[in-house]
């Protein structure tokens, strides 16, 4: 069965950093490509960005770059995203996901809030 | 603003036949397939539709995608009380080189 699980998320104050994992297991993940998904309170969803299955390569949409960095690591069969500077707007439910959204984990609440 | 548009409600009576829409232009939904996610109540989204009308295991036939040109629909026949959700579309966007989803549309069965 696979299985996506998050954590790491929590409450953190405007301009802090927090590190999100994502463990996955059911599947070969290092054959996966990995996306994260994000959903602001009462709001649609967001994509955040990509990795290619190897970890070699990760792509993001254009409002996250440079604050915020995907990483893979098939040895841990772990997904992981990095946020750095965090603003109130960053507030949302963030989603892991296989290749093209077919499974997703329960999601993880990032707050920011002084 | 998403780039591909969905309409914001949608509303159908138990046994009726829905669609929902969602438009794009040329860069996404014109050259790309489409993928329709459920998401029920507090839940995490579920693929319901990927490729060219495929169904992941478990997924009732009930529910079906088209696509012509640059839009896309989602149907959902048979509709049941428990098709209330926000389903949402995705696609990749060859200007943006992203993923882009609609804003969602919220259907109500009633």
Redesign the interface.
């Known amino acids: 069965e696979v299985q996506l699980v998050e954590s790491g998320g929590g409450l953190v104050q405007p301009g802090g950093s927090l590190r999100l994992s994502c463990a996955a297991s059911g599947f070969t993940f290092s054959s996966y490509s990995m ?1 994260w ?1 994000r959903q602001a309170p009462g709001k ?4 955040v ?2 990795i290619k299955q190897d970890g070699s390569e990760a ?4 409002s996250l770059k440079g604050r915020f960095t995907i990483s893979k690591d098939n040895a841990k069969n772990s997904l992981y995203l990095q946020m750095n500077s965090l603003r109130p707007e960053d507030t949302a439910v963030y ?1 892991c ?1 296989r290749r ?8 993880a609440l990032v707050t920011v809030s002084s | 603003q998403s780039v591909v548009t969905q309409p914001p409600s949608a509303s159908g009576t138990p046994g009726q036949r829905v669609t929902i829409s969602c438009s794009g232009s040329s860069s996404n939904i014109g050259s790309n397939t489409v993928n329709w996610l459920q998401q029920l109540p507090g839940t995490s989204p579920k693929l319901l539709i990927f490729g060219k009308n495929q169904r992941p295991s478990g997924v009732p036939d009930r529910f079906s995608g088209s696509k012509s040109g640059t839009s896309a629909s989602l149907a959902i026949s048979g509709l049941q009380s428990e098709d209330e959700a926000d389903y949402y579309c995705a696609t990749w966007d060859d200007s943006l080189n992203n993923w882009v989803f609609g804003g969602g549309t919220k259907l109500t069965v009633l």
């Open positions: 996306s998904v649609g969803l967001e994509w960005g990509n792509f993001y949409v254009d989603y996901a093209n959204f077919d499974f997703w984990g329960q999601g």
